[in-house]
């Protein structure tokens, strides 16, 4: 079974918010909440890039760690959801998440800021029988076009194709063809913080 993944190329993101303008209007997400953002490092410098950042649907996800109810689940596929019915938004998965894609819907006093909401990878809610096209989740989740055969509308209305999602073997392929064609190799970016000797070894 394949692992679903998303991955933005920080070198095609053009911080248009597409993706983030076309996930609010296709899961009807209410006013507040952004499954999706686009983050701009080094603003306005030398070096700026955007990447678009969402639920990354960790292999061993921390939010699913944390969560003293149980309300995440994870699909054969990888993808992570989260059960509203069982959420208490008691806020632990929003502090265990290094991503920050477990969100509020409200800004009210944190007692009352209601259930969690974040990113379904387009696979609907925790529910079973997603099998029908155009099928809406009931519970705020919106639309499971994986069971549609569809990729996250997200990747889809990424007008540079920067962001990648669907099987992550695949989309590491067509990363690594990017990177071989544009002849960085050791100039990539981000290569230097990744894999930089400490000073003096």
């Given amino acids: 079974m394949a692992r679903m993944k998303f ?13 983030v303008t076309a996930c609010k209007n296709e899961h009807d997400v ?11 490092l080094n603003d306005g410098k030398p070096g700026e890039r955007s990447i678009s950042a969402a639920c990354m649907h960790c292999s061993d996800a921390p939010c699913m760690a944390v969560c003293p109810v149980d309300a995440f689940t ?5 993808i992570v959801l989260h059960s509203k019915d069982i959420c208490i938004g008691c ?37 079973d029988g997603h099998a029908h096209a ?11 076009r994986i069971a549609e055969g569809k990729l996250p509308i997200c990747a889809e209305m ?3 194709k920067a962001l990648l999602a ?6 590491s392929d067509i990363y690594r063809e990017r ?11 981000g290569w230097g913080t990744a894999y930089q000797t400490k000073e003096g070894s």
């Fill in 7 to 19: 991955l933005c190329d920080a070198e095609r993101c053009i911080e248009c918010n597409a993706c």
């Fill in 30 to 40: 209410p006013w507040g909440i952004n499954r999706r953002r686009v983050v701009t």
């Fill in 74 to 78: 994870q699909t054969a596929e990888g």
């Fill in 91 to 127: 806020g632990y998965c929003f502090y265990a998440c290094p991503f920050g894609a477990p969100q509020f819907p409200k800004t009210s006093n944190f007692g009352s800021r209601g259930k969690m909401d974040k990113c379904t990878f387009c696979a609907g809610g925790p529910e």
């Fill in 134 to 144: 155009e099928e809406v989740s009931q519970g705020g989740y919106g639309r499971n």
């Fill in 158 to 160: 990424c007008s540079t």
């Fill in 166 to 171: 669907g099987d992550a073997d695949e989309v």
């Fill in 179 to 189: 990177v071989a064609a544009r002849g960085f190799g050791s100039g990539a970016w």
